[in-house]
Nanobody, 126 residues
Framework: QVQLVESGGGLVQAGGSLTLSCAAS????????MAWFRQAPGKEREFVAA????????RYTDSVKGRFTISRDNAKNTVFLQMNSLKPEDTAVYYC???????????????????WGQGTRVTVSS
């Protein structure tokens, strides 16, 4: 029922910024916790950031703290990932994911999320 479509990926120079968007449709967006994961070539899918369905709670992987910000606009059924000070190691396909409705925990494991987008590519050049 939940469809997720990412956009905003592209090529950016190291130190630059990029904002990813994930548009959701289907069930009530506000009842789902949302997350961003990424998968670099030859690597396992990695948790990046998540935002809970309530209270604005967020969590981030240590490597992006202070650089990335996850946010959501429930009126527009959209979650964002603002990425600043990008590094080549941020290069990956970025996926948005949804967990819900009304999950009690804000998960950082891919298996905890029920719905996934198709991914958007981010390439950070040095």
């Amino acid at each position: 029922q939940v469809q997720l479509v990412e956009s905003g990926g592209g090529l950016v120079q190291a130190g630059g910024s990029l904002t990813l968007s994930c548009a959701a449709s289907g069930r009530a967006f506000s009842s789902y916790s949302m997350a961003w994961f990424r998968q670099a070539p030859g690597k396992e899918r990695e948790f990046v950031a998540a935002i809970k369905w309530s209270l604005g709670w967020t969590r981030y992987t240590d490597s992006v703290k202070g650089r990335f910000t996850i946010s959501r606009d429930n009126a527009k059924n959209t979650v964002f990932l603002q990425m600043n000070s990008l590094k080549p190691e941020d290069t990956a396909v970025y996926y948005c994911a949804a967990d819900g409705p009304y999950p009690s925990q804000l998960r950082n494991d891919a298996t905890g999320y029920d719905y996934w987008g198709q991914g958007t590519r981010v390439t950070v050049s040095s």
